[in-house]
């Protein structure tokens, strides 16, 4: 890729970024957009709309960036939670990385890499029509002894960011025993999920679980709640209240059609009130949804599981710890996620169901990761216009032409691997949500990790090897170990990460910002919902969209740093944009649905771990091939620290991921013993866990008898 390519995609991405930015601080002070960039204020109440014009609405202005810098980590974290906090920190510590970073690569080793003459030398005053290679190591002469300057920097670089994640890891380590410390008392702390129940002839799953219970927990014990089948009954409560909503906006709305005829497709018949037929409709869902809670509030209806909760959080820590049953496949315990957590739909699948489950999702993860080769490699194929021309010769006086060919490899192959890559992160949390775990939560950590590992896979490797497949077949067809593979093949993809970072960084945080499909979607259903005043959900972040794709960005910064140092300051860009742009939204648009009080720092850690090693195994493979054999030799106990490092971490810090210890829940427990709303909270467990589903609903003004609760506490 030419140096001109790769400006125009600069170009292009910097007027995206400022026509998004200008956008936004335009369309985000009319009041029809405030449910769009505002929605958090406006379901606080901290917002309302103001009907009467304002010229100041019209011009765009940069209040929002002071208020997003303005915004303290205690203010982030009383509004956001602590996972919001360690989102935040991922950026700020990659800003640390890259910062230390960008200073040794642009002012150190690119001068290097510009002086060389291996490949060609540079040419000044045509600069634009230099070649990317001439910025990248390639460039150093082999054997030069300037390559120790490269070996030096792969040293200091990852014990700094060794020491960085050290820093890191302990200080979010001490915040979630700070946030634990600070939290009132939460239902999940006192509670367990209790699986594999068995249970006797004659006997129902919940007196199972209050023998139990009463004879080994006598003490500490103190309710349980069983979980039922509610699937079908979700579906019926769904179908209510979509029947509902639309109720309501045929009222609300005079220009709505009010009558149909009863038969024929509408044509024939005799004219029906709609409003009444869907009333008397909603009437006979609501019976039904209320006949279906009777059923399923029956012993027939049980799963063999149960939350059960105890009267401190070191008892319900102790029961979760230790095996209760002989049998060890009965009386399977597990951490009981927060209420609002809890992902009702797996209950109702039998063990078979997720057993097969778990088989479909590996098959998936493994056909999409081949499915994906194929945008990979038209990308690759986009970014060799040779190549292009050889393939399409009826595209050759096209291509002849500057701005066309520099749109073409520039920015054409980075922005059609973003659209593909749009649909990766909801496919995986749809795999995660069949994978068998109890909370959303749960799920979406495990989504972040397939989607990680599925972009390191198919846009680092995949790209680096079928880009070398297109430019140097010989390579493969020779039998040489990975780290020269990795040598050779990584450098000449550096002009193609380069541009990558700048349409996948620069311009998807800004289009964050600008939020474009919920923009788009809200001035589509704008002339069909005229009720301003209609419930809206306020959105959550995407923690599986987002965090991976920053760590995708810190791995590119990592291993590129001494090959390529050029893409650094376009990284650190990158970071400072999403600093500010998240803060903002943190602020204004996202709410927490639930809270893990930092379990997504662990993937964090063990993502820049990769990095790390990764990075070693190219710097043997370039070295190697640079003839530099003692530099390549020196490099190999790097990886070895590097991973005894990562194990010393994992016994130092990940424990307090995993659990509390005994002095943390005691401290916590011996502190609420003077805290007289204590009682009131331990009658409320009674009931905290009771499904959603079969909670009493009434949407109709005729129906009567629904407001009773479907299970009396004696059962639970």
Not at 279 to 284: A, G, R, T
Request: aromatic letters at 14%; a positive charge.
């Amino acid at each position: 890729m030419l140096v001109s390519a790769l400006l125009t995609s600069v170009g292009i991405n910097t007027g995206l970024c400022f026509l998004f930015f200008i956008l936004y601080s335009v369309l985000r002070k009319q009041p029809s957009n405030y449910e769009v960039y505002i929605p958090r204020l406006v379901a606080e109440g901290k917002s309302k709309r103001r009907s009467h014009f304002n010229l100041e609405r019209l011009l765009p202005s940069p209040g929002w960036v002071k208020k997003a810098w303005k915004l303290s980590d205690e203010e982030l974290l009383s509004r956001s939670g602590l996972d919001a906090v360690v989102f935040m920190r991922i950026i700020i510590f990659s800003l640390r990385v890259f910062a230390f970073v960008g200073v040794i690569g642009v002012f150190i080793l690119l001068p290097i890499n510009c002086t060389g003459d291996q490949l060609e030398d540079i040419d000044f005053v045509n600069f634009s029509n230099n070649s990317l290679d001439v910025f990248t190591i390639s460039n150093v002469n082999n054997g030069s002894n300037r390559l120790w300057v490269h070996f030096c920097a792969v040293y200091v670089v990852t014990i700094f960011v060794c020491f960085l994640l050290y820093y890191e890891y302990n200080y979010v380590s001490s915040k979630r025993i700070a946030y634990f410390y600070a939290s009132k008392p939460q239902p999940h702390q006192f509670t367990i999920l209790v699986r594999s129940i068995p249970v006797s002839v004659g006997s129902s799953v919940s007196d199972s679980v209050e023998r139990f219970f009463r004879e080994y927990h006598p003490s500490t014990y103190l309710c349980h709640m069983v979980v039922r089948r509610t699937n079908k009954l979700r579906n019926l409560i769904n179908d209510t209240k979509k029947l509902y909503r639309r109720l309501i906006h045929m009222q609300a709305d005079p220009t709505q059609q009010k009558y149909k005829r009863n038969s024929c497709f509408g044509l024939f018949g005799r004219k029906v009130d709609l409003v009444d037929h869907y009333e008397k409709k909603l009437e006979d869902l609501e019976e039904n949804v209320r006949l279906e809670q009777s059923e399923v509030s029956l012993a027939e209806e049980e799963v063999r599981a149960a939350f059960v909760s105890f009267n401190s959080r070191y008892a319900a820590a102790t029961a979760f710890h230790l095996r209760q049953g002989i049998d060890p496949t009965q009386w399977l315990t597990e951490e009981a996620p927060e209420p609002h957590d809890v992902y009702w739909p797996f209950f109702s699948s039998s063990f078979m169901r997720r057993w097969i489950s778990k088989l479909v999702v590996i098959v998936a993860c493994i056909l999409l990761t081949i499915l994906f080769l194929i945008p990979v490699l038209v990308v690759q194929g986009l970014t060799n216009l040779s190549q292009l021309e050889v393939l399409f010769p009826f595209l050759k006086s096209i291509l002849t032409l500057t701005f066309v060919s520099q749109v073409v490899t520039g920015y054409l192959p980075s922005l059609i691997l973003q659209l593909f890559l749009k649909i990766v992160p909801p496919i995986m949390e749809f795999l995660s949500s069949i994978q068998g775990y109890i909370s959303h939560s749960a799920i979406e950590r495990s989504a972040c990790n397939k989607v990680l590992w599925f972009t390191i896979w198919n846009i680092f490797f995949a790209t680096v090897f079928s880009g070398s497949v297109l430019y140097q077949v010989s390579i493969f067809l020779d039998p040489t170990n990975i780290p020269a593979k990795l040598g050779v093949s990584v450098p000449a993809q550096a002009s193609f990460f380069i541009a990558y970072v700048v349409t996948s960084g620069w311009t998807s945080t800004s289009s964050e910002l600008f939020r474009i499909i919920p923009f788009i979607w809200s001035l589509l259903k704008r002339p069909f919902v005229r009720d301003t005043d209609e419930e809206f959900e306020v959105p959550s972040i995407p923690y599986h969209r987002d965090i991976p794709r920053i760590l995708f960005f810190g791995l590119l910064g990592i291993t590129y740093f001494f090959l390529a140092p050029l893409i650094l300051p376009f990284l650190l860009i990158y970071l400072c944009l999403a600093y500010i742009i998240f803060r903002n939204q943190f602020l204004n648009v996202y709410e927490p649905k639930y809270e893990t009080a930092g379990k997504f720092w662990p993937i964090v850690h063990n993502s820049m771990i990769f990095s790390l090693v990764l990075m070693h195994c190219i710097a043997v493979g370039i070295f190697t091939l640079k003839k530099l054999s003692l530099a390549s030799t020196l490099i190999f106990p790097l990886p070895v620290l590097t991973l005894l490092f990562n194990e010393y971490c994992r016994k130092r810090f990940l424990p307090i991921f995993v659990a509390y210890s005994a002095e943390t829940l005691v401290k916590k427990d011996r502190e609420d013993q003077n805290n007289p709303s204590m009682s009131e909270f331990l009658d409320k467990l009674v009931t905290a866990y009771q499904d959603p589903a079969l909670l009493p609903i009434q949407f109709s003004v005729h129906s009567d008898g629904l407001n009773s609760p479907l299970l009396s506490s004696t059962e639970v």
